[in-house]
């Protein structure tokens, strides 16, 4: 794993520009993976690269895998600027060469680098399952897996168990931080000075339900 304490210089042997997540050293090649968690829910406000779109009314993961990998992976220059604005439909237009959080590994090849993508519902893309895939093909051909798979009511292999562990996690995860908001919320309003709004009792109900009587 990662360690962001130990700073970027600890992996520039494989990236100079980012700390990567999980850093795996094989014989042939070194594989670096970048774990991302977004919530699919977008306003206004979101912010996204002029080349990239939300799409999440659409399509699974469309307001957020693509704009992860422009700011993960970068991108190549596309067309030129008078050629507007870059279209999805047709694939037209100028897009702006981007560095991207791992451009030294890439450009380099100084590293495999993989974007594995989870949404905070539990979802995760299709690349990232293909990854999970291929982990169980490996765990199955070199009979390294050592899982307790009595330890779910449900999932007897590889894949649908650490599918299954993962997005529990992750939905888990995501419900103890809402709840952790609410309460600062809480303590927040509770601080607050009392103004008479708080404590006027004689205003009119917002709400009278029929056949109540209000003495």
Known sequence: MGDKGKGKA?????????IPDVVSIGEDETTLAEIKNYSAI??????????????GHVFAFGNTEER?????????????????????????????????DYGDAIRNRKAKVL??????S??????????????????????HDSTNYRASHTARSFVPYYAQ???TAIVMHGAKGILKGLKKA??????????A??????????????GASWA
């Not at 050629?83 to 047709?90: E, L, R, T, Y």
């Not at 974007?115 to 905070?120: A, D, P, Q, V, W």
């Not at 809480?186 to 103004?195: E, F, G, K, S, V």
Request: charged fraction near 25%; charge should be positive.
């Open 165 to 167: 562990r993962m997005c």
């Open 197 to 210: 709004s708080d404590s006027d009792c004689s205003a009119e109900p917002r709400f009278h339900p029929r």
């Open 42 to 55: 977008v306003g206004p406000g979101t912010g996204a690269p002029a080349c990239t779109s939300l799409n």
């Open 68 to 100: 992860l990998k422009h700011k993960v992976l970068g991108s190549r220059q596309r067309g030129r600027a008078v050629d507007g604005a870059f279209n999805h439909s047709d694939g037209s237009g100028y897009v702006k060469a981007h560095y991207g």
């Open 115 to 120: 974007l594995l993508t989870y949404e905070n």
């Open 10 to 18: 600890a992996y520039a042997e494989w990236n100079d520009c980012y």
């Open 122 to 143: 539990g979802g995760m893309s299709p690349f990232t399952a293909k990854q999970l895939q291929r982990l169980g093909r490996d765990a199955k051909e070199h009979g």
């Open 186 to 195: 809480r303590a927040a309003r509770l601080r607050r000075p009392a103004t």
